[in-house]
């Protein structure tokens, strides 16, 4: 069993930048694909980024490629989301998961975060 707590979302004027981190309990981190998935108000859940367990797989959507980094650190159990540039369009309930192996399905995921709200004003 897996459990995930997201940080780090918040209210930004567009443009600017933020930071989520996905904390993630037990000692079998390393064994999973981690990602961060969006959901608009209104819209289905959606993926974001992905990372591999070794880090060298990365995955991103094509709109927030060149703005939006992932990163996992396995000493501490935790991955992160680096949001830079960011678009009223990226407003969403951003949620951390994690699965065996990396992918963009979220119908395949094994666990979810419950979600760290980012809103960007105009």
């Known amino acids: 069993q897996v459990q995930l707590v997201e940080s780090g979302g918040g209210l930004v004027q567009a443009g600017g930048s933020l930071r989520l981190s996905c904390a993630a309990s037990?000692?079998?981190?390393?064994?999973?694909?981690m990602g961060w998935f969006r959901q608009a108000p209104g819209k289905e859940r959606e993926f974001v980024a992905a990372?591999?367990?070794?880090?060298?797989?990365?995955y991103y959507e094509d709109s927030v490629k060149g703005r939006f980094t992932i990163s996992r650190d396995n000493a501490k159990n935790t991955v992160y989301l680096q949001m830079n540039s960011l678009k009223p369009e990226d407003t969403a309930v951003y949620y951390c998961?994690?699965?065996?192996?990396?992918?963009?399905?979220?119908?395949?995921?094994?666990?979810w975060g419950q979600g760290t709200q980012v809103t960007v004003s105009s």
């Open positions: 998961a994690g699965r065996v192996g990396i992918g963009k399905d979220p119908r395949e995921v094994d666990y």
């Open positions: 037990g000692r079998t981190f390393s064994r999973y694909a």
């Open positions: 990372i591999g367990r070794s880090s060298i797989v990365i």
